[in-house]
């Protein structure tokens, strides 16, 4: 069983930077998809970066050019740089990964969340 841990979350002022993390147990991301979802009250959980091996790294239109996703060598953290924050961006960051497991099936796992508040 994997398990995937965030952290970073904060309160920042619009302009500024945040950096994300989650880590996950176990043998990590490995060869699997790792990305970063959001989600306001009241909205659908929404994906904001999208991590895939050998595949374009895919963005939400509205953070192209301001986010980054990344991914250590180790392949066990996968970070969300988010820069020039605006208060649109305010919302709870879930870690998401599809990931390989030892049982040689494909599995879904989610972070529990961190928020971000982009407020002046």
């Known amino acids: 069983q994997v398990q995937l841990v965030e952290s970073g979350g904060g309160s920042v002022q619009p302009g500024q930077s945040l950096r994300l993390a989650c880590s996950a147990s176990?043998?990590?991301?490995?060869?699997?998809?790792a990305a970063w979802y959001r989600q306001v009250p009241g909205k659908e959980r929404e994906s904001v970066a999208v991590?895939?091996?050998?595949?374009?790294?895919k963005y939400a239109g509205s953070v192209k050019g301001r986010f980054t996703i990344s991914m250590d060598a180790a392949k066990t953290t996968v970070y969300l740089q988010m820069d020039a924050l605006q208060p649109d961006d305010t919302g709870t960051y879930y870690c998401?990964?599809?990931?390989?497991?030892?049982?040689?099936?494909?599995?879904?796992?989610w972070g529990q969340g961190t928020q971000v508040t982009v407020s002046s």
């Open positions: 991590l895939t091996p050998a595949a374009p790294i």
């Open positions: 998401y990964g599809y990931l390989y497991g030892d049982d040689y099936r494909w599995h879904t796992y």
């Open positions: 176990g043998s990590g991301f490995g060869v699997g998809t």
